[in-house]
C-alpha cells in the first residue's frame, strides 16, 4: 500500500491536481481552463468545476494505495492557513472558504498556502534546490512570487505572506503597480508587464526586454540575497524559464554586481528543476510536511 497526497493547484489560468507519493513523484495528473467558455461565472461555479477535477483525480487512486492528505498551492492573499482565499486573478472568489470545502469533499486533512511558497517548498524537496537549507524560490510568470527557505525553514511572517518578493521595488518612479507603490518587481518584469511595455505577449518579447527582465530580477535577488545571508535562488515560472539562458546570464550579472559583501558573493541564480510539475509537487509538499509535522 502506498500512501499519497493529493495536490491541488489553483491559478487564475487553470487549475490542477494530482498524486504525490512521499517521496516527490508526481504519479497522476489533470487539470482544467479555471475559467470555461460558457458565460455564467460565480463562486459556486467555480467550485464545481474545482470539485469535479478533484473527483476526477481521486478516482485514479489505485485499489491498494490510500489517500491520505491534501495540500494546496493557490493565489494569495489568503487568511492564515489558508482558510479564506482571494486569489487576485480569480475575482470570483473573495474570503472562499477553500481548505474546509476541500476537507469536506476529501475527507482528509486538508492544507492551503500560497502557490509560490509551495512551488519553493517543491525544488527544496526533489527539485533544483534539493538539501539546501538557505535559498529563495521565485515564480515570474503572469505575475512574480516567491517563497524564503532560511535555516531549512519556510518562512511565513506574521500573516503568512513572507517571500513576497514581487514588491521590491527595482525602478524607483517606475510603472503604478496593483498594489498602489511604483517599480515593484511585479509591475516591470512580469508576463502582464512586459505585455503592456511591448505590445505583445511575453514569449515573443525581443531579446532587449529579455535582458531588462533579468537585470530586475537579479536587482531584487541581490537586495534579498543581501538582507538574508542567501546563497541561492531558483527560478521559476514560464515566463523565466521560456526566456531561458539570455535571462537567467543578466540576473546572475545583475547579482555578481550588486553583491559584493564576503558573505554574499557568489550567490547563483538558477532555473527551478521540476518544471510544469513543480506547482503539483510543490502542493503535495504543502501537506506532507503538515501531516508530518514539520516546520
Ligand atoms: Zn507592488
New binding site residues.
Partial sequence: MTDLALAVDIGGTKMAAGLVDRSGTLRERAQVPTHGDAGARGPEVLWHTLADLVRQVQLRVAPDDRLVVCGVGCGGPMSPGGETVSPLNIEEWRAFPLRGRLHELTGVPTHVDNDAKALALGEGWVGAAAGRRDYIGLVVSTGVGGGIVLDGRLLEGRLGNAGHI??V?VVPEGRR??????G????EASGTAIAALTGHPADVAPPVMVARTGTLVGRAVASVVNLLDLPLAVVSGSVALGFGAPFFEAAQREVDLRCGLEYARGARVIPGGLGDRGPLVGAGCVGWRRLEGAA
Avoid: K, S, T
Fill in positions: 514581487g514588491h521595488v503597480c496593483p498594489c498602489g507603490g511604483r515593484c518587481l511585479e509591475a
